[in-house]
């Protein structure tokens, strides 16, 4: 039981630091945006690399149909991606980005998001929060 408490807490610790301040901090940097609205639906399509190194590190595409709850799996399905209008914009979306890897026995959670314009092609996702299970 006290082994499984203090795993928690290095977990929790190990979190909190990740996603406090990076010396140097980690961004996915996207690719090939597009976006295509028809006369029901838009889909999206864009590349995604990660600038960190060992298991966390990635590179994949994503697409899918804009939704408000939902992540769709990417090439690589270790990452999901969803994309959600800004509310009050017509031309704003807010990009979101989660990356899932394992070390050892531990899962690791990254999540990023940032807001584009439809006419973005590239843009960077700064990593905002990172969390851990055993």
Aim: proline share 4%; glycine share 8%; with cysteine.
């Amino acid at each position: 039981m006290q082994l499984h408490a203090t795993l928690a807490i290095g977990l929790s610790l190990l979190g909190f630091t990740l996603a406090g301040s990076f010396k140097h901090p980690i961004e996915w940097k996207a690719s090939d945006f597009t976006i295509t609205c028809g006369s029901e639906d838009c889909n999206y399509n864009f590349n995604i690399v990660s600038n960190a190194t060992g298991p966390s590190k990635f590179k994949t595409s994503c697409s899918g149909v804009p939704a408000e709850k939902d992540y769709s799996p990417c090439q690589d399905e270790s990452t999901e991606a969803k994309l959600q209008v800004v509310p009050g914009t017509h031309a704003m979306w807010s990009v979101h980005v989660q990356h899932t890897w394992m070390e050892g026995e531990a899962r690791y959670t990254a999540h990023g998001d940032a807001n584009i314009t439809d006419s973005a092609r590239s843009f960077t996702v700064p990593v905002t929060r990172v969390s851990g299970v055993v």
